[in-house]
């Protein structure tokens, strides 16, 4: 399926980092990064906690604007061969200038003129979902709710959470959430991956986000998959992710088909594409031959992903063209 042209909304920007360019860079600065990589030169990890130290063992080399604007277009070159015409990425200013306004706003600056220049050479659009780190605990949650209701705008669309999900509870986020909404963001929140129903259900309740990353342990409630059909929330669903850091032990016992049947909107993305060896043309291939899904089922994702995306009006109706939707 690398024809057709896709949107994804869950991407992380550092997660999406070739591991290549890591190592690239690692060189560069003199970083002994040995042991997160296998023989074969990919990212090597145990589990989804042991996952969480590599990546911010791999993010430790970003250290400056200039790092991420070649970051941005590594990425974005990546996505441009599985033809993904949107994509929205989870920014973490905790990374990217250890959560300081000004500093970000050069991170920031950097980020933007690598996605201008992407969208005129690769045709693809990227916005920007400012991210919390959970288990990096409220209070800098805050500071990061700062930077992102000071550069909340056109470019960053939104707000969300990933990390340790069974670090703390959405409640202790919820401050850093308003603040965000009553900045003009759309909000998401990682939840139901390593949390069952009741983590949604608080992402819902505490956080009030109209987009849940993942979700996909919502299948264990029924109650909750009515509730997320009727409601109209939007599963950022990572197949791929999810097979590999074992939710879910294989593709034909993953929820996505199950979810959808039962009226949940479900979008799907590849979350840190080179931890698990996947990328947005191996997804939509993987569910096509897992679900019997045909182009259209696919053509659906796409649309969902479009109606849900947090960007402006303008760039939407753009999108839908993009897709060969409208
Ligand atoms: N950060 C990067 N990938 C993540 C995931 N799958 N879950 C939570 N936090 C993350
Ligand atoms: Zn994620």
């Known amino acids: 399926?690398?024809?057709?042209?896709?949107?994804?909304?869950?991407?992380?920007?550092?997660?999406?980092?070739?591991?290549?360019f890591i190592r690239g860079l690692a060189k560069e600065k003199s970083v002994d990064l040995s042991g997160i990589f296998d023989a074969a030169g990919h990212y090597v990890y145990t589990d989804f906690w042991d996952f969480l130290k590599v990546y911010e063992a791999a993010t430790s080399v970003l250290t400056t604007p200039e790092d991420y604007h070649r970051l941005t277009l590594a990425v974005l070159e990546q996505s441009s061969l599985s033809n993904v015409v949107y994509a929205e990425t989870f920014l973490s200013p905790d990374f990217c200038g250890g959560r300081d306004v000004g500093a970000w706003r050069e991170y920031l600056a950097a980020i933007r003129e690598a996605a201008d220049h992407a969208e005129s050479h690769h045709g693809i659009i990227l916005r920007g979902i400012?991210?919390?780190?959970?288990?990096?605990?409220?209070?800098?949650?805050?500071?990061?709710?700062?930077?992102?209701?000071?550069?909340?705008?056109?470019?960053?669309?939104?707000?969300?959470?990933?990390?340790?999900?069974?670090?703390?509870?959405?409640?202790?986020?919820?401050?850093?959430?308003?603040?965000?909404?009553?900045?003009?963001?759309r909000l998401t929140a990682h939840a139901g991956e390593w949390g069952g129903p009741e983590s949604v259900r608080a992402a819902l309740d505490d956080l009030k986000v109209e987009r849940?990353?993942?979700?996909?342990?919502?299948?264990?409630?029924?109650?909750?998959?009515?509730?997320?059909?009727?409601?109209?929330?939007?599963?950022?669903?990572?197949?791929?992710?999810?097979?590999?850091?074992?939710?879910?032990?294989?593709?034909p016992s993953h929820p996505i088909a199950r979810l959808r049947d039962a009226g949940v909107k479900v979008t799907v993305s590849t979350d840190d594409p080179p931890f698990f060896h996947t990328t947005m043309a191996h997804e939509f291939d993987r569910l096509a031959e897992t679900f019997d899904w045909a182009e259209d089922d696919l053509k659906a994702l796409n649309r969902t992903a479009a109606e849900a995306a947090f960007c402006d009006a303008a760039t939407r109706e753009t999108l839908m063209t993009k897709l060969e939707l409208s």
């Open 1 to 20: 399926m690398t024809g057709l042209p896709k949107a994804e909304l869950h991407l992380h920007l550092e997660g999406a980092a070739p591991p290549l």
């Open 130 to 185: 400012i991210t919390c780190i959970r288990h990096f605990g409220p209070e800098k949650a805050r500071e990061t709710a700062l930077c992102a209701a000071e550069t909340a705008g056109d470019w960053i669309v939104g707000f969300g959470i990933a990390g340790d999900e069974k670090a703390g509870e959405p409640k202790d986020f919820s401050y850093s959430f308003d603040m965000a909404r009553e900045a003009g963001l």
């Open 212 to 251: 849940i990353g993942h979700g996909v342990r919502a299948i264990e409630d029924g109650a909750l998959v009515e509730r997320l059909a009727e409601d109209g929330i939007v599963l950022e669903v990572c197949p791929g992710s999810n097979v590999a850091l074992g939710v879910f032990p294989d593709w």
